[in-house]
């Protein structure tokens, strides 16, 4: 928010969005403070996202930051509802942490899995014979293949975020429908920050 006024390309519009009424109160009077033109949708992403699409402008430039706790409310439906802006660059955490400590029982769940709102059809990709470490990387390039088949294309270069005692919380990464967007956030990216798994 701040970067942008400083840049003189100021957002003309946030649009912001949670489950919860009083962490979005919160989360809209932090961006007032600052001075950004928000507004406010409260309720589940998957729902609130269809409106805040509808009332966009499709000519103008558009900024998306995602941001769930885990795997399962990184509804797909969120990103496809998003990939049909012509213009469009998508930042989102994905849990590490939730991957790492509960992928083995997502991945051995015979249904409703976590992983059934994150990558629809996950059961037909990821190969369950497999050791965690693989059935890890492959939930990961499963999601990014299906990004892609919507137009928007996933950055391969990736922040691990950390906690205060080191801990790996999310992976921040940027999928966009411009190269040059994908070029700017590799020079951004710190890459020496470890692999992904
Ligand atoms: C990591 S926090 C986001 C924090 C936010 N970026 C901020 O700066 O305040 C994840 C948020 O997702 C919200 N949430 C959980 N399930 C949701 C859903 N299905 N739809 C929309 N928001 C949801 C939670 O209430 C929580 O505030």
Not at 57 to 83: C, G, Q, R, V
Request: aromatic share 10%; proline share 2%; hydrophobic share 40%.
């Amino acid at each position: 928010m701040e970067k942008s006024v400083a840049g003189g390309a100021p957002f003309s519009q946030v649009l912001i969005g949670d489950l919860d009424k009083e962490r979005l109160a919160a989360a809209e009077q932090r961006l007032r403070t600052l001075g950004a033109p928000v507004k406010i949708y409260q309720g589940s992403a998957t729902e609130t996202i269809k409106t805040i699409v509808n009332s966009l402008n499709a000519y103008a430039l558009h900024f998306a930051f995602l941001d769930p706790y885990n795997l399962e409310t990184l509804d797909f439906n969120i990103i496809e509802t998003l990939s049909a802006l012509k213009r469009i660059d998508m930042l989102v955490h994905i849990s590490k942490m939730d991957l790492q400590r509960n992928g083995a029982k997502y991945i051995s769940k015979e249904e409703h899995s976590s992983l059934d709102s994150f990558i629809p059809g996950w059961r037909q990709r990821i190969d369950v014979a497999r050791g965690n470490q693989v059935q890890r990387e492959q939930v990961f390039e499963c999601w990014k293949d299906l990004i892609e088949s919507t137009g928007v294309y996933s950055s391969s270069d990736v922040r691990l975020i950390t906690g205060s005692k080191n801990q790996h919380l999310y992976w921040l990464l940027l999928a966009a429908k411009n190269d040059l967007a994908l070029k700017f956030w590799k020079t951004a990216v710190d890459t020496g920050q470890g692999s992904l798994f």
